[in-house]
């Protein structure tokens, strides 16, 4: 049997305040790696090359962004998303909206997409939009980031064992939600919502 393969990708703008989440993580993570079989990258907004990167024969992929779900600033939530049907969404060839990067993956693939699942971070600082420069996380994001190497490290092992397993860390605060990200929306029933208290007051700049 084939060693199970899987991807974190850490998605989001390094500019735009807490949009750099995922980055951030990814960088985090240099520190204390992932166990072999785990493929590391940092897409930034490079929307294209994670959905070609979809397609290259993995077991299960974890994404890494920041989405704004109505929960405490650094709140971070395991969720499952429901593919989206290609033919609803257009896809884009620049940007990293990922409603529309898996919208992409699917309308290219010859197969069904591996299994994806969502590692967000409730925002506290967003810009207004792209040409809104701000740079530095927010104090409860930063916190978060530190939060999300461990946990992580819990959801790989559990899906390099099995790519299927459920991850039910704890008790969902909600029986079901979605992730905005743009006009296409993104259907999603959250796996796990695991709160992060701030260790800090100040907010990094």
Do not use: W
């Not at 008790?171 to 939600?177: I, L, T, W």
């Not at 992730?179 to 296409?184: D, E, I, L, Y």
């Amino acid at each position: 049997m084939a060693p199970t393969r899987l991807l974190v990708a850490g998605i989001g703008n390094i500019f735009l305040a807490d949009d750099a989440f995922g980055p951030e993580v990814i960088a985090a993570l240099r520190e204390r790696p992932l166990p072999a079989g785990a493929d590391v990258r940092d897409f930034g907004i490079r929307g294209l090359d994670l959905a070609y990167q979809l397609l290259d024969g993995y077991d299960a992929v974890v994404l890494v962004d920041a989405a704004a779900r109505g929960h405490r600033p650094g709140t971070l939530s395991l969720i499952a998303p429901e593919l989206p049907d290609a033919a609803d969404c257009a896809p884009e060839a620049h940007g990293m909206d990922p409603v529309k990067v898996l919208a992409l993956a699917a309308r290219l693939a010859e197969r069904p997409l591996p299994r994806v699942v969502l590692l967000a971070c409730e925002p506290e600082r967003l810009p207004r939009d792209d040409t809104d420069v701000i740079d530095g996380l927010s104090a409860p994001v930063r916190a978060a980031v530190a939060a999300a190497v461990p946990l992580l490290h819990t959801v790989v092992r559990r899906l390099l064992s099995d790519p299927s397993a459920p991850l039910a860390f704890g008790r969902p605060e909600e029986s079901g939600g979605c992730v905005p990200a743009g006009p296409c929306g993104i259907a999603a029933r959250p796996e796990e919502d695991h709160h992060v208290r701030p260790s800090v007051s100040k907010e990094h700049a």
